[in-house]
């Protein structure tokens, strides 16, 4: 089945950028999702791409697919504290499924 | 906007017990899923739901495991018995459209303890 991996913790420092980064298996995946996760709180969908795209780009927020590797990334520009999160990459695996990876912690110190 | 909710937030049973997990869907959605975390590890789909039956399910959503829509507002999943490996984080979950193109809206979670 569908594997989806992540990197599992990423600190960077208010106002650089962070890059998270995932890989997935399943090259018939159509569309790729990027969730957040803050503390005590649902998944959050932030944003997704499809994948006949390479590029999409909303706000802060990057998304990089490279379907040759299965690998996408999500850059957030000018990280501010309240980034501070778990990002979840998803991908369609099923009709109406989802597959994820474990999650990125992303902490973003002062 | 309207969301997901779900109750309760965090619900402590003893081994063998039944449970009840309960969500309230977004009103105009007509797909509805449940997904597991377990602590430290990848969130799992278990099942989907749309037309009062089921559309999906995993290979973790076994006899144990049981869905319904008992109104017009209510989702829930039900554990016949519960086992220590039950416990994890249960998001339930809905979307306009069934395709997994469509964008899938979480509710909080309810955190599962079985002791």
């Known amino acids: 089945g569908e594997d989806v991996e992540q990197s599992l913790f990423l600190s960077v420092r208010e106002g650089d950028s962070s890059v998270i980064n995932c890989t997935y298996t399943d090259s018939s995946s159509t569309y790729l999702y990027w969730y957040k996760q803050e503390p005590g709180a649902g998944l959050q969908l932030l944003t997704y791409i499809f994948s006949n795209m390479d590029m999409k780009q909303d706000q802060r927020l990057t998304v990089l697919l490279n379907k040759k590797d299965k690998h996408l990334s999500l850059r957030i520009a000018d990280t501010q504290t309240g980034d501070s999160a778990i990002y979840f990459c998803a991908v369609n695996s099923g009709y109406s499924t989802l597959t994820f990876g474990k999650g990125t912690m992303l902490l973003v110190s002062p | 906007e309207p969301e997901v909710t779900q109750t309760p937030s965090h619900q402590v049973t003893q081994m063998g017990q039944e449970v009840i997990l309960r969500c309230v869907p977004i009103?105009?959605?007509?797909?509805f899923y449940w997904y597991r975390q377990i602590l430290g590890q990848k969130v799992e789909f278990l099942v989907s739901f749309y037309n009062n039956e089921i559309s999906e399910k995993s290979e973790i959503f076994d006899d144990q495991f049981s869905v319904e829509r008992p109104d017009g507002s209510n989702f829930t999943l039900k554990i016949r018995s519960t086992k220590l490996e039950d416990s994890a984080m249960y998001f339930c979950?809905?979307?306009?459209?069934?395709?997994?193109?469509?964008?899938?809206?979480f509710g909080p979670g309810t955190r599962l303890t079985v002791t």
């Open positions: 009103s105009n959605h007509l797909y």
């Open positions: 979950a809905s979307s306009e459209y069934g395709r997994s193109s469509y964008e899938q809206y």
